[in-house]
């Protein structure tokens, strides 16, 4: 689906924040800290994904709800992670500081590859002469 095309550059940056992670995570944490920075980057990239499906799908209902379920997929998925990992902070785990860290990394990666992906695709933004004829 064309409204996806993006996702491989976001999913690919999640893949290095994940070898990077974890091997770092580990050298300091040990198998906590690998096991969290695991999960933030897994958390970040199924909160893309979802939010990025969900905006898709809003598309194609209807053009004008792309704001108002971009901007809900968003603040959901902020309480979502905040929620998770004030509970998480609770159990004195010793992977949330890596997995803190790997969130704010990845969702930083994400952005830039989907920034990356936009300035090299080639997106039409007027109609070509051949199809608005018809």
């Known amino acids: 689906m064309k409204r996806l095309r993006h996702l491989r550059a976001g999913l690919a940056a999640s893949g290095v924040r994940l070898v990077a992670g974890a091997v770092v995570g580990g050298v300091l944490r040990g198998v906590d800290g690998a096991a969290g920075a695991a999960a933030g980057v897994a958390l970040v ?35 979502l992670i905040g929620v998770g990992m004030a509970a998480i902070a609770g159990t004195g785990w010793a992977g949330l500081e890596p997995m803190g860290w790997t969130v704010i990394a990845t969702a930083l990666g994400w952005i830039v590859a989907q920034a990356w992906w936009t300035w090299h695709a080639k997106i039409l933004y007027v109609e070509p002469e051949d199809r608005a004829l018809n």
């Open 45 to 79: 990239a199924a909160s893309y994904v979802l939010s990025t499906l969900a905006v898709a799908w809003a598309d194609s209902v209807h053009p004008r709800l792309v704001m108002p379920v971009g901007l809900s997929t968003y603040v959901v998925k902020v309480i």
